[in-house]
């Protein structure tokens, strides 16, 4: 990193000096992968073909299966551009030729009264919504993990808001006439082609959330206005508002319900909050709902030149499951808090809010912080939940950030 160009220095981690090795290494993986991106200012080279069209200048490119946001590049708006929004693939998504003709997509429903395949077509004639929610990754936040645990090293931009649109899970319900008796689960499957010979529980993406999770399903076949790209599930997703990214199940094939979870290993072990040191079980809590969280997005940019004086302070609240009812930024490390103000509409409860503090403030290093509360009285926590794999983080500390304004 060029740090004379840099004017405005940004770094990730603890603020309290609490963890400051952590800290470090936070910010020596954080800048890698910025350097890296950085090549494809000029084309898109560095995205894989299924996302050549997404603007790699506002992503950090890990792999081709996982990319994220830039913190700066949220932007100030509440819906993500797809463009921008981060891309998560276990597994290699199927062919393009899927999405070519969406409506002829077929969804087999089983666990049902009246069971049957519907293609996307008829499931477009049984009934329509739209749902504004924030899709997050269940890693966004394992970067800053001292415990450094296996996996992307996400940081904050693996979560977008977007719009999803198709038919209500319940709608469909009514539709095969109810779920049968003894059902506990709502099951999804993921449509990758499983290669020949491989036990499928091994790598498909097949997810079981609990049945209260269907009140706000839908089986969307749209995201922000367009049919839903591969990249991000289409012809058809199961979107499970409030649950984290793994339970949006992309490219669904099959819709079950069913008395168990799936047998599949991404069920049964990926996905648990596992003790350190301990490897995913069915015995542990699955991973399933999104706890509240916030992080500033304004200033965050390392190329951005800041001044002092009066600055707008913009960041970005979710509260989980419900809607988030407070956000206080600090701009010395957490010693103080100031109430900052939600901007913008309220797009219900499994959207994020934008939020502003518009502060006066000199030349001079800040460290700034914001912590978020919701409609159930849940406040964003100093401290993450240590678990094995770095799932659920929601640290206010560890997603503070330093600045240095000229
Ligand atoms: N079929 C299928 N669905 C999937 C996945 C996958 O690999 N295959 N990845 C999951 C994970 S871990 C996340 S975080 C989200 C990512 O959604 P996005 O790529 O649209 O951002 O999709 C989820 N649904
Ligand atoms: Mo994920």
């Given at each position: 990193m060029n740090v004379t160009r840099r004017r405005l220095l940004t770094t990730s981690g603890?603020?309290?000096?609490?963890?400051s090795v952590s800290a470090l290494s936070n910010f020596s993986s954080t800048t890698k992968a910025l350097a890296a991106t950085q090549g494809s200012t000029a084309n898109n080279?560095?995205?894989?073909a299924y996302a050549d069209w997404k603007d790699a200048n506002h992503l950090i490119i890990h792999s081709a299966n996982t990319m994220e946001t830039k913190?700066?590049?949220?932007?100030?708006?509440?819906i993500t551009p797809l463009e921008r929004l981060f891309v998560r693939n276990n597994i290699a998504p199927p062919s393009?030729?899927?999405?070519?003709?969406?409506?002829?997509w077929v969804l087999e429903v089983s666990g049902v009264k009246n069971p049957q395949s519907l293609t996307v077509a008829e499931l477009k004639t049984l009934g329509v919504s739209t749902v504004a929610m924030v899709l997050q990754?269940?890693?966004?936040?394992?970067?800053?993990?001292?415990?450094?645990?296996?996996g992307t090293q996400w940081t904050v931009g693996a979560a977008g808001c977007v719009m999803f649109t198709g038919v209500p899970v319940k709608t469909l319900l009514e539709h095969v006439q109810?779920?049968?008796?003894?059902?506990?689960y709502m099951t999804g499957t993921g449509g990758e082609p499983i290669p020949d010979?491989?036990?499928?529980?091994?790598?498909?993406v097949e997810r079981s959330v609990p049945l209260?999770?269907?009140?706000?399903?839908l089986l969307a076949w749209e995201i922000n206005g367009k049919p839903i790209p591969l990249a991000h599930g289409g012809p058809l997703r199961l979107v499970v508002p409030?649950?984290?990214?793994?339970?949006?199940?992309?490219?669904?094939k099959r819709l079950a319900f069913t008395?168990?979870?799936?047998?599949a290993n991404i069920q049964q072990s990926g996905y648990r909050l596992a003790p350190m040191g301990e490897k995913g079980a069915p015995t542990q809590e699955s991973v399933w709902t999104m706890p509240v969280k916030s992080w500033i997005t304004?200033?965050?940019?390392?190329d951005e030149q800041v001044h002092a004086g009066k600055i707008q302070i913009q960041g970005l609240a979710t509260g989980?499951?419900?809607?988030?009812?407070k956000i206080e930024v600090s701009t010395d490390g957490g010693e103080s808090w100031h109430e900052a103000e939600f901007i913008g509409?309220?797009?219900?409860?499994?959207a994020w809010r934008q939020f502003v503090l518009s502060v006066e403030l000199e030349t001079g290093t800040y460290k700034l912080a914001s912590r978020a509360t919701n409609k159930n009285g849940e406040t964003q926590p100093a401290d993450r939940l240590e678990n094995n794999r770095g799932y659920l983080n929601n640290s206010w500390v560890d997603h503070s950030l330093e600045v240095v304004l000229v």
């Open positions: 603890s603020v309290l000096g609490l963890a080279s560095a995205l894989p913190r700066h590049a949220f932007g100030s708006g509440i393009e030729e899927i999405v070519k003709d969406p409506d002829a990754c269940n890693g966004n936040g394992r970067a800053y993990f001292p415990s450094k645990p296996s109810g779920m049968d008796e003894g059902a506990k010979g491989l036990d499928p529980n091994t790598i498909q209260e999770a269907i009140e706000d399903a409030g649950y984290t990214g793994v339970n949006n199940v992309k490219y669904i008395a168990e979870q799936s047998a304004y200033p965050s940019d390392p989980g499951t419900t809607d988030v009812t509409p309220d797009l219900g409860p499994y």
